[in-house]
């Protein structure tokens, strides 16, 4: 299948020989439908999902992001079973997921291994993460399982998600102590929310070499601009998402001058605003941080991965970085 590729310039997972795409595909948009990680996106059914990961590839997408809690192993059956039917060569994409921490101790993240590599069928998991500092167990605790992992050959690199600097430090330390090493970090970044830019996170990134991956790149979907357009938020089907407070008709408007600037560029250079948002994140520290911009529908998907085309100079960057400071929600 590898011929399918489209040529799309890799960088490495962290400290890493793991190659992966700067824009990889989320998956949590295949959880479902159903409980509360499922109904947070209209239903993407096998067919549907299907479409998604197939365009990804053929763009030159060659990594996946799902976790346990998203359907309870849904997203991580519905993405194997189609990479099966796409006839993917195990071993040939990079696969991420997720452990859920939440009133689970570190013993856990063993124990619950095996149902992974179970609804993942035969792909193996490239990059294990922990969902977020929710657990019992103290970070050490935690790491040391998945060094355990890692020693065991399950698993290739470890990473976290949701953790400030403190804790990502934590983290890397106890794996130091077993001459190993964090590979990223899994956080909220786009031109709506740049906190890790103030809170430490990303220069504890750069400085350790851990990658930041970066979730909801497009806010959700706000940085495509459909929701700013007349009644869109009221008839598209958003899900949980219409009670979160940036889907609110306020914080709207207060990024709608970003959205009219992102559009401006967006015609200039023939692309989308959601393509603008994309190459902004993966030019801002390149290398450093990569996206998984989530996708319901293959034309998303397609759209997303050929944000990599679009050529952003110093100073369309750094006027975008401006006008984004300006609106950030947070
Ligand atoms: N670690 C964590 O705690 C955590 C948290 C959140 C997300 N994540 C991961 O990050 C991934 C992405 O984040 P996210 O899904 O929250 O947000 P996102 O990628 O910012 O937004 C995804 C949504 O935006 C819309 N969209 C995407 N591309 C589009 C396009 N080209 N044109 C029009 N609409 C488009 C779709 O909305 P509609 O479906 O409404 O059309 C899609 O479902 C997830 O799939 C998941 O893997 C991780």
């Given at each position: 299948l590898l011929h399918l590729f489209n040529t799309m310039k890799l960088v490495k997972l962290g400290k890493t020989d793991i190659s992966i795409s700067p824009i990889g595909l989320g998956c949590w948009q295949f959880a479902g439908?159903?409980?509360?990680?499922?109904?947070?996106?209209?239903?993407?059914?096998?067919?549907?999902?299907?479409e998604i990961v197939n365009i990804s590839l053929k763009e030159g997408i060659n990594w996946f992001d799902t976790a346990e809690v998203y359907g309870w192993g849904h997203s991580e059956r519905i993405l194997s079973s189609v990479l099966k039917e796409l006839k993917v060569i195990p071993g040939k994409v990079v696969?991420?997921?997720?452990?859920?921490?939440?009133?689970?101790?570190?013993?856990?993240?063993?124990?619950?291994?095996?149902?992974?590599?179970?609804?993942?069928?035969?792909?193996?998991?490239?990059?294990?993460?922990?969902?977020?500092?929710?657990?019992?167990?103290?970070?050490?605790?935690?790491?040391?399982?998945?060094?355990?992992?890692?020693?065991?050959?399950?698993?290739?690199?470890?990473?976290?998600?949701?953790?400030?600097?403190?804790?990502?430090?934590?983290?890397?330390?106890?794996?130091?102590?077993?001459?190993?090493?964090?590979?990223?970090?899994?956080?909220?970044?786009?031109?709506?929310?740049?906190?890790?830019?103030?809170?430490?996170?990303?220069?504890?990134?750069?400085?350790?070499?851990?990658?930041?991956?970066?979730?909801?790149?497009l806010a959700q979907g706000i940085l495509t601009g459909k929701f700013h357009e007349s009644g869109?938020?009221?008839?598209?089907?958003?899900?949980?998402?219409?009670?979160?407070?940036?889907?609110?008709?306020?914080?709207?408007?207060?990024?709608?001058?970003?959205?009219n600037i992102l559009r401006e560029i967006a015609a200039k250079k023939g692309g989308t605003i959601s393509q603008v948002a994309l190459t902004w994140i993966i030019n801002s520290h390149k290398g450093k941080i990569v996206a998984i911009p989530g996708a319901s529908k293959a034309a998303h998907a397609h759209s997303n991965a050929q944000a990599l085309k679009i050529k952003l100079s110093p100073e369309e960057l750094m006027y975008i970085d401006e006008m984004s400071a300006g609106v950030a929600l947070s």
């Open positions: 439908g159903e409980g509360i990680t499922g109904s947070f996106w209209s239903k993407v059914d096998k067919k549907q999902a299907e696969i991420a997921t997720k452990w859920f921490p939440l009133f689970r101790n570190a013993r856990s993240i063993i124990r619950t291994f095996q149902n992974r590599t179970q609804a993942l069928q035969e792909y193996p998991v490239d990059l294990y993460q922990i969902h977020f500092p929710g657990s019992f167990s103290s970070i050490p605790e935690q790491m040391n399982k998945m060094a355990d992992l890692l020693e065991e050959q399950k698993i290739r690199a470890i990473g976290v998600s949701n953790f400030n600097a403190r804790q990502m430090r934590k983290a890397h330390e106890t794996l130091v102590k077993r001459g190993l090493f964090l590979v990223s970090n899994q956080v909220c970044y786009n031109l709506l929310n740049r906190d890790i830019e103030r809170n430490g996170i990303l220069q504890t990134a750069i400085e350790l070499g851990i990658t930041i991956i970066a979730y909801s790149p869109d938020n009221k008839t598209a089907r958003l899900g949980l998402r219409k009670f979160t407070r940036q889907f609110k008709a306020k914080s709207l408007e207060k990024s709608r001058p970003l959205i």
